[in-house]
Each structure stands twice: as structure tokens, then as C-alpha cells.
């Protein structure tokens, strides 16, 4: 039986993360393929919570021209689609899940109630973060450095890719150098791009570890998960 290190996690999906190589909205193969990873650790008996960005359909800063929240909404809207397109997948794998929205509609989902969440992780239900903070100006990391803390899961696992911190883009340059440790301070002055400062300072503040792997390779989450030392660990 394999022992996993972490108890509850957060686990952080771009939104590109979902749509494979069209870069542009949900592409089945890849939603299965992370649900499947997923699937994984969640069977390992690790509570699973679930941040999803919404950059494979709209992100707010690139709304040229427009009002800012007004386009940081559509961008919230964003990670509700991806949300549900993550609950579908997991559900057709069995798993209970529950998406909870920190703006409300609930039609569609329930609002995010902290003490909810934490009850629905214990009853070994996926319990997926919709709508980021509910606040334009934000973004998803922010919203998985918050949830985080609130839910006191014990990293964030940074989904992404490629498969760590680089001190340049590896697919620009063939001579990055990818690191394996970084600290706070080093994300928020060296400016690497992993997250903005604002997640950043959160996750620095409330000393919550992050590890940034890539997705595409099978094994890595549990890898992750089971404490081997892959991609970059920043503390
Ligand atoms: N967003 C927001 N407040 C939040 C989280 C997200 O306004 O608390 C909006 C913002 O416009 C952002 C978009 O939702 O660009 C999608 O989130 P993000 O860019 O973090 O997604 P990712 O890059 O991870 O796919």
C-alpha cells in the first residue's frame, strides 16, 4: 500500500491545463487524462480540493478596452465552465464531488461556505473552487493560496506544462536552467512568472509550500504526492 506524504492538498489546474493543444476551450482526451491523474491520488485516500483557472476561455487582463470587472466577471465565469466540465469527468469516475461558487448560482452550484467544504472533504468528497475569490482584480493562484489557508491543506500543487521553474521559457530557450527549490522571496523578486505576487505574499505569509509539475507526464502527481522530489518546491 502506498503511503501518501500529504493528507489534504490543493491542487491548482490552469485553465490551458484543460484544453490540450488547441490552447482555446475544453478538450475531452485532456479533461479525461487529468481526471484520471486525479482519480489516482484521490484512491491513495488523500482529501482533494480543486482550484481551476479559466485562461483557455478568457482571461481579464485581456479584454483590450474594456472595463476591467467587467472582464475580470467573464473571467470568473470562465472557471465555472471549467469547474463543471472537471466535476462531469470525475463524477463519470465515481468520485462524489461538490463545485461551490464564490459568487452565487445556485441552480448550478452551492456557494462557497468554508465549514461546507471542509465537512464535504472529510466525507471523502472532491469539493471543487469555483469563481476564484469572487473579487476581480484577483486570480486564480490567489484564489488557491486563500482556499488553501482556509481549508488548511497542506501544499499547493501547482499544475502546469511544463514540468518545474525555469529561469527562462524552456520552449523558447533549449538552455533554461529549471530549478528545484526556490524560496518566497526568490518568486516574488525574481519575477519567474509561476505565480503573481499577490499569491505569492499569500502563500509566504501563511508558509503554505507550493510544488510546480508538469502535468504531462503520467506519474508525476503521485509522485508528488507520495513525497518524491519532482519539479521545483518553493517554501
Ligand atoms: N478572476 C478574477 N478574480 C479571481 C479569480 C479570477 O477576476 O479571484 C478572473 C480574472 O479575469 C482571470 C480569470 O478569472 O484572468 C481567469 O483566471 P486565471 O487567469 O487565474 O486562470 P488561469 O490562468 O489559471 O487559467
Known amino acids: 500500500m502506498l503511503t501518501p506524504k500529504y493528507k489534504r492538498v490543493m491542487l491548482k489546474i490552469s485553465g490551458e491545463a484543460l484544453a490540450g493543444n488547441n490552447k482555446v476551450g475544453i478538450d475531452t482526451d485532456t479533461i479525461n487524462g487529468v481526471c484520471d491523474k486525479i482519480s489516482e491520488i484521490y484512491k491513495l485516500g488523500v482529501d482533494v480540493a480543486i482550484v481551476v483557472g479559466g485562461g483557455n476561455f478568457w482571461r481579464g487582463r485581456s479584454g483590450k478596452g474594456m472595463d476591467r470587472t467587467t472582464a475580470d466577471h467573464m473571467g470568473m465565469l470562465a472557471t465555472v465552465i471549467n469547474s463543471l466540465a472537471l466535476q462531469d469527468a470525475l463524477e463519470s469516475r465515481n468520485i462524489p464531488t461538490r463545485v461551490q461558487t464564490a459568487i452565487e448560482m445556485r441552480q448550478i452550484a452551492e456557494p462557497y461556505i468554508r465549514r461546507k467544504a471542509v465537512r464535504h472533504l472529510e466525507k471523502r468528497r472532491i469539493v471543487i473552487f469555483a469563481c476564484g475569490t469572487g473579487n476581480p482584480y484577483f486570480s486564480t493562484d490567489t484564489t488557491a493560496a486563500l482556499r488553501a489557508a482556509e481549508i488548511d491543506a497542506e501544499v499547493i500543487l501547482l499544475a502546469k506544462k511544463v514540468d518545474g521553474v525555469y529561469d527562462s ?58 513525497g518524491e522530489e519532482i519539479g521545483t518546491s518553493i517554501r
Open 169 to 226: 521559457d524552456p520552449n523558447i530557450n533549449p538552455e533554461a536552467k529549471k530549478f528545484d527549490k526556490l524560496t518566497y522571496l526568490d518568486l516574488l523578486h525574481k519575477e519567474l512568472g509561476v505565480m503573481d505576487s499577490t499569491a505569492a505574499s499569500l502563500c509566504k505569509d501563511n508558509n503554505i509550500p507550493i510544488i510546480v509539475f508538469g502535468l504531462d507526464h503520467p506519474d508525476n502527481i503521485i509522485k508528488v504526492i507520495l
